[in-house]
């Protein structure tokens, strides 16, 4: 395993992550659909993920409506301080008008509840799931930065947040020297690059860690999805078309990514994997399982060392088209090159 530093911090988090979106949910749409695990096949994943020595852990207070966090509280035990335990708030957690969002009080409400799943008086990585239009951020960096000071939260970080929305919140931190956030978790693959026009740049600019999500586009790049169709009825993409992409694009950088695996001997999947190892600002990439074996495959990703010329053939296959303003400014831009 390989570690990178999780933005400012002085702490390791290893290349590949496990997500643990997988663990519970038997009989309870979506998350039937997504794994439903249950303890003893959740043990062997994380035991796997342990044992190759990820170190970084992934959940949520909304997967499977917090069973994920319980089945994952129950399965660390005495290997809690082994890992860098993250989990994530906002999503509705029960009926009333209250129990959602990120106000200090559903907050408060929400880390309490997840301590508790998670049988533990800390959580290493507190993070904010998505971007709250009624709470001003102000009060939610103030309650996360207070649950920071009790030490019930060793670090913050956001996901799901547009570029002006987490500088916004890094500015508001700054002056009012509040804690700041370490780290974005968001979406990020061959199939989805949106985050490359702005949010990649903030990140470097302001030394903020990016922790991926769906690095295969929720299984479309795992290699059993073609232009034929897929390959695999249970597959999770096969029953949830999500995240979304544009798929003809796609297909093209499958093909890429086929020849590019045959050469190297590689899955797919992990060549998939390998290129968002590759990408700046990438701190640790997030990956899913059901089984074992499958996880164990995913961190073979690790061991592709992809060539420039790999890489220059993924990034023209799957590179999306320039928005406005990036277009006109790689244009001017390019006027400030030397003449002659």
């Known amino acids: 395993m390989r570690f990178e530093r999780l933005g400012t911090t002085g702490v390791y988090v290893s290349r590949l992550a496990l997500g643990t979106m997988t663990f519970g949910g038997a009989g309870t749409p979506p998350w039937s659909t997504i794994g439903a695990l249950d303890l003893p096949a959740a043990d062997k994943l994380l035991g796997t993920a342990l044992d190759h020595g990820v170190n970084l852990i992934?959940?949520?207070?909304?997967?499977a409506g917090g069973e994920s966090e319980s089945m994952l509280g129950e399965l660390l035990g005495s290997r809690r301080d082994e890992v860098v335990l993250a989990t994530k708030l906002a999503a509705r957690m029960g009926p009333g008008p209250n129990q959602t969002g990120l106000?200090?009080?559903?907050?408060?409400?929400?880390?309490?509840?997840?301590?508790?799943?998670?049988?533990?008086?800390?959580?290493?990585?507190?993070?904010?799931?998505?971007f709250d239009p009624l709470t001003p951020i102000e009060e939610?960096?103030?309650?996360?930065?207070?649950?920071?000071?009790?030490?019930?939260?060793?670090?913050?970080?956001?996901?799901?947040?547009?570029?002006?929305?987490?500088?916004?919140a890094l500015g508001v931190a700054?002056?009012?020297?509040?804690?700041?956030?370490?780290?974005?978790?968001?979406?990020?693959?061959?199939?989805?690059r949106d985050i490359e026009a702005e949010l990649v740049p903030l990140l470097a600019e302001e030394n903020v860690g990016l922790i991926v999500y769906s690095p295969l586009a929720g299984g479309f790049?795992?290699?059993?999805?073609?232009?034929?169709?897929?390959?695999d009825a249970n597959a999770r993409r096969s029953k949830a078309d999500l995240p979304p992409i544009d798929k003809e694009r796609t297909y093209d950088t499958i093909d890429v990514l086929r020849d590019v695996a045959g050469r190297h001997g590689a899955a797919v999947a992990q060549v998939a994997l390998a290129w968002v190892l590759t990408r700046p600002a990438v701190t640790s990439?997030?990956?899913?399982?059901?089984?074992?074996?499958?996880?164990?495959?995913?961190?073979?990703?690790?061991?592709?060392?992809?060539?420039?010329?790999?890489?220059?053939?993924?990034?023209?296959a799957s590179r999306p088209p320039l928005g406005y303003p990036g277009?006109?400014?790689?244009?001017?831009?390019?006027?400030?090159?030397?003449?002659?």
């Open 103 to 130: 106000s200090r009080l559903h907050l408060m409400n929400a880390l309490e509840a997840s301590l508790r799943r998670l049988r533990t008086d800390h959580i290493d990585l507190y993070q904010i799931h998505s």
């Open 221 to 231: 790049l795992s290699g059993k999805f073609g232009r034929s169709g897929g390959t």
């Open 174 to 192: 700054d002056r009012r020297g509040l804690t700041r956030f370490v780290a974005s978790q968001s979406y990020y693959s061959l199939a989805g």
């Open 327 to 340: 277009w006109v400014q790689a244009d001017i831009a390019s006027w400030r090159l030397p003449v002659g």
């Open 140 to 168: 939610t960096l103030t309650a996360l930065d207070d649950a920071v000071r009790q030490g019930k939260v060793r670090y913050i970080g956001a996901s799901n947040l547009a570029a002006w929305q987490l500088a916004k």
């Open 58 to 63: 992934d959940t949520a207070d909304m997967y």
């Open 285 to 316: 990439v997030i990956v899913g399982a059901r089984r074992p074996e499958q996880l164990t495959d995913n961190l073979g990703a690790l061991d592709v060392e992809l060539t420039a010329e790999d890489l220059a053939r993924l990034d023209a």
